[in-house]
C-alpha cells in the first residue's frame, strides 16, 4: 500500500507529517439490526495486525466527516465537536503503520504522529493496570476539551461532551463489529497519568479508552 504524506500545523508550532487514511466505505457488512444484536464488550484479543483500511473506517466510523458540509457520524451539541481521538498503535499493530500515537485529524481524514514507538504499556499502567488491554492491538483514546462547549453553553457543556463520548464510543462498537473486530472499553484510569502517556496539550482530558482487534 502507498501512503499519502502530508504536511500540517500542530499547535505545537513544527511541522508533521500527517498519514492520509484510505477513504472510507459507506456500505458495510451487517445491518444496523444486525450490528446491535452482536455487539459485544471484548476483553480478549488475537495477535493480528489491523490494515490501514480497518483503521480509516473505524475512526470515521466512530467521528468521521460524513457530510460536504462538515458535520459528522456522532451528533455534537451545537456542532461544537469538543472531542479529539486518538491512536495507540502497538508494535506489529497495524499494517503500514509504525508503533506509537497519533491524532485523527477529522477533516483531512489523516493521522498526525503524535509521540513514536509502543505505547500501550504506558497507558495500562494509567488505566490501573489492566493488563488485558495491552493484547489489542489498538487503542482509541477519545479525549475532550470542554471549553470548545462550555464557551457556548456555560457548565452545561460539559454533560454535553460527556453525552457525545457515549455517541462516539457507541459508534466505534458498531463500526468494529461491522468490520469483524471487536472492542472493550475502559473508563477506569488516572487521568494526568494517561495524558502524560498520550501527550495531550493542555486543556485536552482523556475520557474514554477502547481497545479495538480481532476478538480472541
Known amino acids: 500500500m502507498v501512503l499519502t504524506i502530508m504536511l500540517v500545523q500542530p499547535a505545537g508550532g513544527q511541522d508533521a507529517e500527517a498519514i492520509k487514511l484510505p477513504a472510507p466505505a459507506r456500505k458495510g ?6 450490528a446491535f444484536a ?3 464488550t471484548v476483553r ?7 490494515s490501514l483500511a480497518q483503521i480509516s473506517q473505524l475512526l470515521w466510523g466512530a467521528d468521521g466527516t460524513s457530510d460536504p458540509r462538515g458535520l459528522r457520524t456522532s451528533p455534537s451539541a451545537g456542532a461544537t465537536y469538543p472531542l479529539d481521538l486518538y491512536l495507540v498503535v502497538g508494535e506489529r499493530g497495524a499494517l503500514d503503520l509504525a508503533a506509537g500515537v497519533y491524532h485523527y485529524l477529522v477533516a483531512e481524514h489523516a493521522l498526525q504522529p503524535v509521540a513514536p514507538g509502543d505505547l ?3 497507558v495500562v499502567r494509567a488505566c490501573l493496570n489492566q493488563a488485558w488491554m495491552a493484547a489489542a492491538p489498538v487503542l482509541v483514546v477519545i479525549t ?4 470548545r462547549c462550555t ?4 457548565q452545561r457543556g460539559v454533560r454535553y461532551t460527556h453525552m457525545e463520548a457515549g455517541n462516539v464510543s457507541q459508534n ?4 468494529a463489529e461491522d468490520l469483524g473486530l471487536g472492542a472493550g472499553i475502559v ?6 497519568a494517561l495524558a502524560r502517556a498520550l501527550k495531550l496539550p493542555p486543556g485536552r482530558e482523556p475520557l474514554l479508552v477502547m481497545p479495538v482487534g480481532y476478538k480472541h
Not at 29 to 34: A, F, G, I, M, N
Not at 45 to 50: E, H, S, V
Not at 144 to 147: I, L
Not at 151 to 154: A, E, V
Open 38 to 40: 452482536v455487539r459485544r
Open 151 to 154: 464557551g457556548r453553553y456555560g
Open 120 to 122: 500501550r504499556p504506558a
Open 29 to 34: 457488512t451487517l445491518s444496523v439490526p444486525e
Open 172 to 175: 466505534l462498537f458498531l463500526a
Open 44 to 50: 480478549g484479543f488475537a495477535a493480528r495486525p489491523l
Open 187 to 192: 473508563g477506569a484510569f488516572e487521568d494526568e
Open 144 to 147: 475532550g476539551e470542554y471549553r
